[in-house]
T-cell receptor, first 112, second 111 residues
């Protein structure tokens, strides 16, 4: 099976802009979680979707949002970008919320 | 909510020696504990996991032990090799919540 894929792999934006990141899970996986990874903060949970419903949300401002489509693909959106949003954004998929998560390669976002 | 601590933050060992990384968690309801290895510039990869009904699990040179009473679990790597050099993350999960990751341990295996 193909692994988790994320697009784009790299993004450069300026402050105030918005960005949309995409994640395609492993075929058959219905759960997608998003994480922000920075050198100082490690892996921080953003949100989790299962069957198009948001199950959990981490402690991030409302500028961070996401959704999941009927084919389990997921997108996350960050509006009004700030310098501190520069990070590697990882998504992970699993068959269901209780199962092992498999990570995508990440999207590296740089905000100038 | 769950809180996961991980120690040490950095670890250097000589090739062939053993390495041990320990994580503690706060939520006694957590029942699934995976370990991920992340090499520089790559995605985290699952290397081993354990569920709360098991005390120990081994896979070749890697083992994980779980002490539910003390709420800690550890990763053991024996006969370390240079390719074991990476950042290792532990995580804890309980039903109805999300995965919570430890801050990571940077392991360096010196030749």
């Amino acid at each position: 099976k193909a692994g988790v894929t994320q697009t784009p792999r790299y993004l450069i934006k300026t402050r105030g802009q918005q960005v949309t990141l995409s994640c395609s899970p492993i075929s058959g996986h219905r759960s997608v979680s998003w994480y922000q990874q920075t050198p100082g903060q490690g892996l921080q949970f953003l949100f989790e979707y299962f069957s198009e419903t948001q199950r959990n949300k981490g402690n991030f401002p409302g500028r961070f949002s996401g959704r999941q489509f009927s084919n389990s693909r997921s997108e996350m959106n960050v509006s009004t970008l700030e310098l501190g949003d520069s990070a590697l954004y990882l998504c992970a998929s699993s068959l269901a919320p209780t199962d092992t998560q498999y990570f995508g390669p990440g999207t590296r976002l740089t905000v100038l | 909510g769950e809180n996961v601590e991980q120690h040490p933050s950095t670890l250097s060992v000589q090739e062939g020696d053993s390495a041990v990384i320990k994580c503690t968690y706060s939520d006694s309801a957590s029942n699934y504990f995976p370990w991920y290895k992340q090499e520089l510039g790559k995605r985290p990869q699952l290397i081993i996991d354990i569920r709360s009904n098991v005390g120990e699990k081994k896979d070749q040179r890697i083992a994980v032990t779980l002490n539910k009473t003390a709420k800690h679990f550890s990763l053991h790597i024996t006969e370390t090799q240079p390719e074991d050099s990476a950042v290792y993350f532990c995580a804890a999960w309980d039903y109805g919540q999300n995965f919570v990751f430890g801050p990571g341990t940077r392991l360096s295996v010196l030749p």
